[in-house]
């Protein structure tokens, strides 16, 4: 099975459950790894877990989710307040991209306030923690249910579908009458 969706992770977020845990909390990047792809297979997502603390890195594995139209899941930490080469490189995505923080940055020093990357993305989730990775990924899960079933109009999250992925139904199992939207 090919990987269905890229979560990225940016610099010191692999010293997660040792660094200021009071603000990023007890799991360790390893845990939260292994975590999104238990959490990734129930949703029928292949999802790959990458960190790095290398600002190259991060812009090639962006190039990759860009020229292959993989759905990626963000949390570029400090870069966001203040890389361009990082927001150039979100800019070219053309699958949903989701950024990520699981602080409520715009609770903390202002230079968090602002993130250059936003701009660039399907969508922002702060401030929930380690579970803000899980509605991301229920969301692009979401998502590609609709692109399975073809084009709609407008595109957009009908209510429900995410709450239908994040309940446990498989991408692909058939809706019951309680999700069904028709
Ligand atoms: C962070 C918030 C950033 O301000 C910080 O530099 C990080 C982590 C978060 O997940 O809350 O490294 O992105």
Do not use: K
Request: charge should be negative; proline fraction near 5%.
């Amino acid at each position: 099975m090919s990987t269905d969706v890229l979560v990225l992770n940016g610099p010191n977020l692999g010293r997660l459950g040792r660094r200021e845990p009071q603000i990023y909390g007890t799991l360790t990047h390893a845990g939260l790894r292994a975590h999104l792809t238990e959490a990734g297979r129930d949703l029928g997502l292949d999802v790959e877990v990458r960190q790095t603390d290398a600002e190259a890195e991060m812009i090639s594995w962006l190039h990759e989710a860009a020229d292959n139209r993989i759905p990626v899941v963000i949390n570029p930490a400090a870069w966001s307040h203040y890389s361009i080469a990082i927001a150039d490189a979100v800019a070219q995505l053309e699958a949903p991209v989701i950024e990520v923080h699981l602080s409520n940055i715009a609770q903390r020093e202002e230079f968090r306030h602002h993130s250059v990357v936003s701009a660039y993305v399907t969508g922002t989730i702060i401030g929930l923690g380690a579970s803000g990775y899980d509605y991301a990924l229920a969301h692009l899960a979401s998502l590609i249910d609709q692109e399975a079933e073809g084009p709609s109009d407008p595109p957009q999250i009908r209510p429900g579908s995410v709450h239908g992925a994040i309940t446990g139904r498989r991408r692909g199992d058939p809706t019951t009458s309680s999700d069904s939207q028709d």
